[in-house]
């Protein structure tokens, strides 16, 4: 069966070479051609051609093709000039992409004019040994059919009916389009086996999946492995690719996945103030793969948290101002909720004298009120489930459930939650006490002690909510004054509304 070959970024680009730069780059191709013409038949995602040059045919083909590509859980679609339909063998073309114009337009432009969603494209010119050969790779969609004029076509058989004509065809490509991610493209294409060993941190791998490695001189056995998760994938002749999701999470160094896997690398700032413009007195950039680097990097911010002075039991006794289990977890939700279609940004730690920001790219598929009790809802489906798989992160939903009830537990202030169109972030404070509180402050801790006590079976009531403040029992109205704010509001309601001293649930329970 032919491999996948590699998945180039969809926006509308066009890239037109007479020939490839590198000899390894041609021998590829010319592998590439060979296992296509070993198809037994064209498929709806490759065509052959000997010198068709219809502007327009060919607008419609490379919709065709494209959309189909998605049906059958393709990244690409080809379009092949110099091959004989029926025989497969190489014959040569006279068809010229490079110099072709439509009226006054550069071929390549008019094409772009018409393809909506333009996917990335590519022609290249051929030197096969048996002739001269012109490939087009197309991209498959990943947010909408391609549609050529403003119709998105289909392939049936040697037919290009347009898809609204194809309900069935309509439907599953639909269907194919919406769990289409970022984990499956290709950050390295056409590596050999020792380049993945030498790119991928596969001991780690090993390591956190519990897995038996075996010795480095196996690189079948170690192949195979990284297959079954879905780092690399086959690609032509005996050459593999390495996914995006392999990279992310054990690249030895991103740097050599590219500068968009390179800013996805996980930076920690720690200012030496309580703003942006304080002095930075300590930055780290990271340089590997997720799972290579996450113990790394939280017993670096673990030796930089401050400690606090803790009265308990008339002894006085220093603890960190920030729970590292707290830290932990929103550090690993970032990574698996990100957006990794967001270029030129990654997670994002930073630092205060009173406080954490955690931020990472992607708005919150989750209203943020609602965050602790409804399931999750992930963007990264492949990276959480192998995070989860490793011990890296909690089961779904749990993770942020323990940050809240850890920040009780310490009693410091509610985590905030700020979501925004292109990031979400996560606030960790420290220390406050209730006087040093604002009304925000106090009626969001309030709300988050009551969804708490919901997920519990239990109920608020202000006696426990003067526990969560470490209110005394005398100064009880403080904690009245709160849950009626917080009513006004509408973030809680009563459990029974002719009972009231039954206590409080959150609004939505």
């Known amino acids: 069966m032919f491999s996948q070959g590699r998945l180039y970024a969809v926006a509308p680009i066009f890239h037109m070479k007479s020939e490839r730069d590198t000899g390894l780059n041609l021998q590829r191709d010319i592998e590439l051609i060979d296992e296509l013409r070993a198809q037994a038949n064209e498929t709806s995602w490759l065509e052959f051609k000997k010198n068709f040059a219809d502007p327009g045919g060919i607008g419609t083909l490379i919709s065709a093709l494209s959309n189909s590509a998605r049906i059958d859980d393709r990244e690409q679609a080809f379009l092949i000039w110099g091959i004989e339909d029926q025989t497969h063998n190489v014959i040569g073309t006279s068809f010229d992409p490079f110099s072709k114009k439509v ?6 432009f008019w094409l772009s004019q018409r393809l909506n969603p333009a996917p990335a494209l590519e022609f290249r010119r ?7 050969i012109v490939l087009l790779e197309i991209s498959a969609p990943t947010m909408v059919p391609i549609s050529f004029d403003g119709v998105p076509y289909v392939r049936i058989g040697s037919a290009t009916p347009k898809l609204s004509d194809n309900p069935d065809r309509h439907r599953a490509l639909i269907e194919k389009i919406r769990p289409h991610n970022w984990e499956k493209g290709i950050s390295a294409g056409y590596q050999s086996s020792d380049d993945v060993l030498q790119l991928l941190d596969y001991e780690t791998y090993f390591s956190l999946t519990k897995q ?17 998760d879905r780092l690399i994938q086959k690609d032509v002749g005996d050459r593999w690719n390495i996914t995006n999701l392999g990279a992310i999470l054990f690249a030895k160094n991103l740097k050599k996945f590219g500068v968009n896997l390179e800013r996805k690398g996980v930076r920690f700032v720690f200012y030496d103030g309580v703003d942006r413009t304080a002095t930075v007195a300590h930055r780290r950039d990271g340089e590997k793969g997720y799972a290579s680097d996450l113990e790394n990097l939280l017993d670096y911010i673990g030796h930089l948290l401050p400690q606090n002075e803790h009265i308990g039991h008339a002894l006085r006794k220093k603890r960190l101002t920030f729970p590292p289990l707290s830290i932990r977890e929103l550090v690993v939700n970032a990574l698996v909720h990100q957006d990794m279609t967001v270029t030129g940004a990654g997670p994002l730690i930073e630092m205060f004298k009173d406080r954490i920001e955690i931020t990472n790219p992607g708005s919150s598929l989750v209203e943020t009120d609602r965050m602790i009790d409804l399931p999750p809802r992930s963007r990264n489906e492949s990276l959480a489930s192998l995070m989860r798989r490793m011990g890296m992160c909690e089961e779904s939903g749990s993770g942020l459930d323990k940050v809240f009830l850890e920040m009780e537990f310490h009693q410091l202030p509610a985590p905030l939650l ?14 406050k006490t209730f006087a040093q509180m604002n009304g925000e402050e106090r009626v969001r801790a309030c709300y988050f002690h009551a969804v708490l006590k919901f997920l519990a079976g239990e ?11 470490g209110i005394d029992v005398k100064n009880a109205a403080q904690a009245s004054a709160v849950l009626k704010k917080a009513m006004e509001d509408g973030f809680i309601k009563y459990v029974d509304k002719d009972h009231p001293r039954v206590g409080y649930h959150p609004r939505w329970a």
């Open 103 to 108: 009226g006054n337009q550069n071929f390549e």
């Open 126 to 132: 051929i030197a096969h040994p048996n002739g001269s």
């Open 212 to 228: 038996k490695q075996a010795p480095p001189t196996h690189h079948d056995h170690i192949l195979k492995n990284l297959e079954g």
């Open 418 to 431: 700020k979501v925004n169109k292109t990031s979400m972030q996560v606030v960790l404070y420290g220390p």
């Open 459 to 469: 109920c608020m009531k202000n006696k426990t909510l003067c526990q969560r403040f």
